[in-house]
């Protein structure tokens, strides 16, 4: 017969090692991002766990230019695939574990591995250590990322008709809330497409601010509508996206402007800018979000010398970054897929216009370019409720946007 005594170690032993598990499923052992749970035998994030199951699925290579030395952390995973699907391994990710759960027939079209597909990939990782960043391609399609630029290029250009214009004046001092999904299908609603102006010479008013993000709105939501990879995806997915999205876009042209112009503050799209010197700023800067801005995000353009195509290529990739949004799996899975397609395209270009200099100098380049984009992140989150957020669109707070397309079933 049991004794209280033992009833009670037992339940503290079962209670201690419940907590252990829950403090172990916070992290995942392959870069340090949240996990909820064991992957394949490991603790991974869903971000880790979808990508070693793409490279078993699809029996992918990987060979890394810095003699498997990248570190792999959250905010850089992506820039290395090999040294990520190295650490999968050492960490206890089993190949093996995919088979046990699998199902009959295919997935999306394409077969399962075979078990000996799978030990393929285990023993290109056991024989070369080094093998972990994406070789390029050594002939670079540059159709994609032109198609990009001339999107790009096509939504700065578009300007509406005088006669709309005219006819709009009217209603140019009137507010009006307008739901998200409106405002997102029919820009129009917002601003006009008036002209976007190449120099920033004059420093920006309250109404300045107001109207440069209303129209980098309607730049946004017209370039999502035309984006072929974004209009692919279910209505309700492009929503979430859409609305999560949108102040980093907003920080991305302002980024891209101040970085060309080279103007004394954040340049606007309307001919304005907003000054570094705080006595000429129209609102105040209380977490110092335009030093931050100018040192993190276009001091380090300015050092990468960042052209034209790895900033649209950003754009995109920070756009297909679903990991954390309220869909389930299979829809963050397909956002994923999304994101690798134009990681894989940024690479193959950097790898493609640097190899010259040095594979390994290219290769670094990537993972700075990465980095850029964590800076881009940690600026949105300060700045989500200062003069770049949604609310300076006046359409209604992001956070009480509501979802007004339903998922059918």
């Known amino acids: 017969m049991t004794s209280i005594n ?54 992918r290579k990987y060979f890394c230019k810095h003699n498997g030395q990248c570190v792999v952390t959250k905010e850089i995973r992506i820039a290395c695939k090999a040294c990520r699907f190295t650490k999968c391994m050492k960490v206890g990710m089993n190949p093996k574990e995919l088979h046990s759960s699998r199902k009959t027939g295919s997935r999306k079209g394409a077969l399962w591995p075979s078990e000996q597909d799978s030990q393929q990939v285990i023993e290109l990782s056991a024989l070369d250590s080094h093998a ?51 405002a997102f299908r029919q820009p129009s609603l917002v601003s006009l497409r ?99 801005f100018m040192r993190n995000v276009i001091g380090a353009m300015k050092s990468l010398k960042i052209d034209e195509i790895e900033y649209n290529l950003l754009k995109i990739i920070s756009l297909f970054n679903g990991d954390s949004l309220d869909l389930n799996e299979s829809e963050k899975e397909l956002i994923r897929e999304k994101r690798d397609k134009y990681v894989d395209i940024l690479t193959s270009y950097v790898m493609s216009t640097y190899s010259s200099n040095s594979e390994q100098d290219a290769a670094s380049r990537v993972g700075e370019l990465m980095l850029l984009l964590a800076s881009f992140t940690n600026l949105v989150h300060l700045s ?3 003069l770049a957020s949604v609310d300076a669109l006046q359409i209604t707070r992001l956070g009480e946007l509501t979802c007004e397309v339903h998922r059918n079933g």
């Open 132 to 182: 972990t960043a994406l070789l390029p391609n050594p002939c670079f399609d540059r159709s994609q990322v032109d198609a990009l630029l001339m999107l790009d290029r096509y939504i700065f250009r578009r300007i509406d008709p005088l006669t709309t214009v005219a006819s709009s004046s009217a209603m140019s001092n009137v507010t009006v809330e307008i739901p998200f999904l409106t």
């Open 6 to 59: 033992e009833e009670q170690s037992t339940s503290d032993h079962g209670f201690r090692k419940r907590n252990s598990i829950s403090w172990h499923q916070m992290v995942c052992t392959v870069c340090g991002d949240r996990a909820d749970s064991k992957h394949y035998g490991a603790y991974a994030c869903n971000g880790c766990k979808g990508f070693f199951r793409r490279t078993i699925w699809n029996c």
């Open 384 to 386: 989500n409720d200062q």
């Open 194 to 292: 008036t002209e976007i102006l190449s120099s920033s010479h004059r420093v920006a008013t309250v109404s300045d601010v107001i109207g440069s993000f209303q129209r980098k709105f309607v730049l946004f939501s017209d370039w999502l509508n035309e984006l072929h990879d974004f209009r692919m995806l279910p209505d309700y997915v492009q929503l979430i996206l859409a609305k999560t999205y949108c102040p980093t876009y907003c920080w991305a042209i302002c980024a891209w402007r101040t970085f060309c112009t080279d103007c004394p503050g954040i340049s606007y799209v309307n001919g304005s800018f907003f000054p570094l010197q705080p006595s000429l700023r129209c609102l105040p800067d209380i977490r110092g979000v335009i030093t931050l």
